[in-house]
T-cell receptor
Framework: EPEVTQTPSHQVTQMGQEVILRCVPI?????FYWYRQILGQKVEFLVS????????KSEIFDDQFSVERPDGSNFTLKIRSTKLEDSAMYFC????????????FGPGTRLTVT | GNSVTQMEGPVTLSEEAFLTINCTYT??????LFWYVQYPGEGLQLLLK?????DKGSNKGFEATYRKETTSFHLEKGSVQVSDSAVYFC???????????FGKGTSLLVTP
């Protein structure tokens, strides 16, 4: 069964450093998403991506964040200058596209900012 | 905007006990409703969904009915197993767009 994969599973970085989280969505899906979950809190939407551009983003997704689909398979989330409060589990997801379609989630990348 | 509220956990049950995890929603119109499950060390997986009022979603012995009168989508299972131990999330789309709004999650621990 096709699945969404994410690398790395755990990333430790120092405050102020740039990090890139990587995701490989399911190949025939059209919509891609990033969510995050701060420990003990709810899963929060960050951004969605369709047709090579951002289709929607939350207020969390400020200028420190960017997304890219550099080739036909990868989907990346970059945090330019990490802050302590960016420490969270980051989930990538993809879907075929309609509102009732399932979003398939990756296993997540745990980002720890020290 | 659209949102869900689900019961706080953790919930601890003995094997074969009956499970209810409450979820209520606030929404414009009648959006699809979802239950996702996260097993230890894994990503979120869709457990079941309902796309319109009065629909019942079901999967792996779990059920949830989309009730517009009570704006609820409670998750139930008649007899839980140890393997059901996980975190369960209620979710729905926002007023517009495709992103999901999640509840805080309810941790379930089933003991033998």
């Amino acid at each position: 069964e096709p699945e969404v994969t994410q690398t790395p599973s755990h990333q430790v970085t120092q405050m102020g450093q740039e990090v890139i989280l990587r995701c490989v969505p399911i190949s025939n899906h059209l919509y891609f998403y990033w969510y995050r979950q701060i420990l003990g809190q709810k899963v929060e939407f960050l951004v969605s991506f369709y047709n090579n551009e951002i289709s929607e983003k939350s207020e969390i997704f400020d200028d420190q964040f960017s997304v890219e689909r550099p080739d036909g398979s990868n989907f990346t989330l970059k945090i330019r200058s990490t802050k302590l409060e960016d420490s969270a589990m980051y989930f990538c997801a993809s879907s075929r596209g309609s509102l009732s379609d399932e979003q398939y989630f990756g296993p997540g990348t745990r980002l720890t900012v020290t | 905007g659209n949102s869900v509220t689900q019961m706080e956990g953790p919930v601890t049950l003995s094997e074969e006990a009956f499970l209810t995890i409450n979820c209520t929603y606030t929404a414009t119109g009648y959006p699809s409703l979802f239950w996702y499950v996260q097993y230890p060390g894994e990503g979120l997986q869709l457990l079941l969904k309902a796309t319109k009022a009065d629909d019942k979603g079901s999967n792996k012995g779990f059920e949830a009915t989309y009730r517009k009168e009570t704006t609820s989508f409670h998750l139930e299972k008649g007899s839980v197993q140890v393997s059901d131990s996980a975190v369960y999330f209620c979710a729905l789309p926002p007023n517009s767009g495709y992103a999901l709004n999640f509840g805080k999650g309810t941790s379930l621990l089933v003991t033998p």
